[in-house]
Structures are given as C-alpha cells and as structure tokens.
Nanobody, 110 residues
C-alpha cells in the first residue's frame, strides 16, 4: 500500500516560517507528480502547490512567492517551505500522490 505521512506543522506568528515534509512509502515517488493541498475550517480543500517528476513546480496565486515545494527522490520525500506566513494560511495541509492522501498536518498562524 502507498502511504504518505506529513509532518512539520505547528503554530507560528504571522511572518514566520514552517517547513512541511511528506514522506512516502509503497510507491516509486520519483516518477509521479506530487501535490500539496490545504483545508481550512468550513472551507473546501484547495490546491497549494505541485511538483512534477522533472521538478517543475506550480503554485496557487495565494502562496506564490512565499511557498516553495521541492522533492528528494532518493528519500521519497516532498517538502513545502512556507515563508511570510499569514493568518489566512491557517489550515490542515495534506500531500497527495495519485489517489492517495496523507493524514494531514495542522498549520496555525496567529
């Protein structure tokens, strides 16, 4: 089975930074596009960033210039570096590989 485990969430003040990790197992992550999503209370889940197998990245307008996603195929891990965090970034953050999702990691910005 494919498993994804997010980590790195926490509580920070506005303007702070966090680095999320998504460790994968059960699949060769290197050949697939990986995605980061988030869901705030009372809102729908939204896409945050994607990174293709060749390293090409794409970002939602709301995070462009502040968030950076990267991947380490040797460790089957994807990262989301989040800088200049805003209260509106508060959400549960998830990573996705094909149809598989992690359990999420909470990010709270005050």
């Amino acid at each position: 089975d494919v498993q994804l485990v997010e980590s790195g969430g926490g509580s920070v003040q506005a303007g702070g930074s966090l680095r999320l990790s998504c460790a994968t197992s059960g699949s060769t992550m290197s050949t697939y596009c990986m995605g980061w999503y988030r869901q705030a209370p009372g809102k729908e889940r939204e896409g945050v960033a994607t990174i293709d197998s060749d390293g090409t990245t794409a970002y939602a307008d709301s995070v462009k210039g502040r968030f950076t996603t990267s991947r380490d195929n040797a460790d089957d891990t994807v990262y989301l570096q989040m800088n200049s965090l805003k209260p509106e970034d508060t959400a549960m953050y998830y990573c996705r590989l094909l149809g598989y999702w992690g359990q999420g990691t909470q990010v709270t910005v005050s």
